[in-house]
């Protein structure tokens, strides 16, 4: 058990991230750095092995799965060989003590309408109500996926279903892999591949740290090209969490790379690749009247954006972006709501790279309104944002949308050395800076609101 406590230990050392460059905004990137990951790990001696190969075509592999965790999942070590695991039921694991090496798949069985009968699946992430398969809860573990494993969405068939099906959030599409109360983890060189809904969420956790995780939710079926086929296909939402990592990602999806909700704090998110789908998002945050959103603390660095084939996937919409529900409550949720307070402050963005977004810059704050309804009266307000060394390009002429509250203005967002050009840059179109209820916002190369 050596290696796995060598190993241990060295987890122990990347669960310390520090800042490699020199923080511009030593107050914010010192709070956010000086929140490391701490989990005691160093006196961790496996007391049990497990070890699990697929049985093979046909055979489920759900109750050996189930079992070794059980049997090793406090304390012990889980080794699970290459191959594809068939998981035909939803699955809880509960860790304690324990290292999981998953160099094989979860593959969860392509059966859409049993999924979606609500007693399949589990609603531990509150918000929206969204379905999970697969939640994993407890503290002090590692799950390395080894670059081969992870979990295998089968979301083909998904795409299809919901080409002609409404989609709506709560509707019970399952998220791929939940980390649910989860403290002191450690998830690596892990893989999603075609997940049916989220990818990812962390939720009601703590000191997490992501490191290598790729993501592919790409429509196969030559039947849907050139339509926006994988709706919802998020890399990760995180929710009511607190000291989340997440580095070197490569996330190819239809919706939000990174989606921060309510109650996020002390994120950084550093070294992703974000390929088609919405950006990287904020929000929606405000939707539950009785609920405060907080997001503080946040870091977003080394990342580009990238405009896929539109074959592959049309949508690239947004470089970063920011999304409220208005002030009155239009319905509940999970698919209405609104009026909630809250805030998103202290955020750090840089090093970005956008290519051909829609709007590299955008903070709406009317979900749930009805169209044209003006004055925004959300109750959510966005401050103190800092955008430095941003370089790119947007694919129309929108290069900030900032349209925000009349209660809650945005405030204070500083831009330094961002260069987005419009489509039309050059050839006599203006780029556009579209600024409401905005204030304290410097920097940019032509003033907001011109
Ligand atoms: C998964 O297990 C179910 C139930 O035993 C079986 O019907 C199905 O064929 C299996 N799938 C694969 C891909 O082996
Ligand atoms: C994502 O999957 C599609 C379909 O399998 C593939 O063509 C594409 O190269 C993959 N993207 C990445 C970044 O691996
Ligand atoms: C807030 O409202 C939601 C439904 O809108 C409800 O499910 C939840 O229990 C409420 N929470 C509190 C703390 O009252
Ligand atoms: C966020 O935390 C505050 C307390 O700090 C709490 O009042 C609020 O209900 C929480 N919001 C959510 C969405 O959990
Ligand atoms: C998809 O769009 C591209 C260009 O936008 C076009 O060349 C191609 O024929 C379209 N494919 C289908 C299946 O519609
Ligand atoms: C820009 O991209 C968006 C999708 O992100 C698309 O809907 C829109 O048509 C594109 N605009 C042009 C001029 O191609
Ligand atoms: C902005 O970037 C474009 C290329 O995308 C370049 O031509 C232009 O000189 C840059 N402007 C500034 C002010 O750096
Ligand atoms: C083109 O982009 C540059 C750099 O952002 C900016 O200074 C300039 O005003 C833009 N030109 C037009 C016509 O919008």
Redesign the pocket.
């Known amino acids: 058990m050596l290696s796995a406590l060598t190993s241990l230990v060295v987890l122990a050392a990347i669960l310390s991230p520090t800042l490699s460059s020199a923080p511009s905004f030593p107050d914010l990137s010192s709070s956010v750095a000086s929140s490391p990951l701490s989990p005691d790990l160093s006196s961790f001696k496996p007391s049990k092995l497990c070890t699990l190969k697929p049985l093979g075509r046909g055979k489920d592999d759900t109750p050996q799965v189930e079992n070794a965790i059980k049997r090793c999942g406090h304390g012990g070590r889980t080794v699970f060989e290459k191959g594809r695991y068939n998981i035909t039921r939803k699955m809880t694991w509960d860790l304690k003590s324990a290292r999981i090496d998953l160099k094989g798949l979860l593959s969860f069985e392509p059966k859409v309408e049993e999924w979606l009968q609500p007693e399949n699946t589990y609603r531990v992430v509150f ?1 929206q109500s969204q379905a999970s398969w697969f939640v994993v809860s407890g503290s002090d573990f590692v799950i390395d996926a080894h670059g081969s494993g992870g979990v295998h969405g089968n979301g083909q068939p998904w795409y299809n279903h919901f080409t002609h099906t409404p989609r709506n959030d709560g509707d019970g599409r399952p998220i791929s892999f939940t980390l649910w109360k989860a403290k002191r983890a450690v998830i690596k060189d892990f893989n999603i591949h075609f997940p049916p809904f989220w990818a990812n969420a962390v939720a009601e956790s703590s000191d997490i740290l992501y490191d290598g995780m790729y993501i592919n939710a790409t429509n196969t079926n030559p039947e849907f090209f050139n339509q926006t086929v994988v709706w919802n296909t998020d890399g990760i939402d995180t929710y ?1 969490s607190d000291k989340i990592t997440m580095k070197n990602w490569d996330v190819t999806c239809g919706d939000d790379c990174i989606a921060v909700k ?2 996020s704090t002390n994120i950084i998110a550093r070294d992703f690749v974000c390929r088609g789908g919405t950006g990287i998002a904020f929000g929606s945050l405000g939707q ?1 009247a009785n ?4 997001v503080s603390n946040v870091l977003v660095e080394n990342v580009k954006v990238l405009r896929l084939p539109s074959r592959v996937q049309p949508n690239m919409n947004h470089g970063i972006y920011f999304k409220a529900w208005d002030g009155p409550v239009s319905g509940t949720p999970p698919t209405g709501g609104g009026g909630g307070f809250g805030f998103v402050r202290d955020a750090i963005f840089r090093n970005f790279i956008f290519d051909r977004v829609q709007t590299a810059f955008q903070i709406v704050q009317n979900f749930g309104a009805p169209s044209g309804d003006v004055p925004v009266t959300s109750k959510v307000k966005f401050e103190k944002m800092r955008f430095e060394d941003i370089r790119g390009t947007t694919n129309e002429s929108t290069i900030v949308r900032f349209e925000c509250s009349e209660v809650a203005q945005c405030s204070d967002i500083t831009f330094r050395n961002v260069n987005v050009t419009g489509a039309g840059n050059g050839t006599g179109v203006k780029d556009e800076y579209i600024c409401e209820n905005a204030v304290g916002i410097t920097g940019l190369p032509v003033p907001c609101g011109n």
Not at 291 to 294: A, I, N
């Open positions: 918000i009511r309510g109650n539950y609920l405060t959103d907080y």
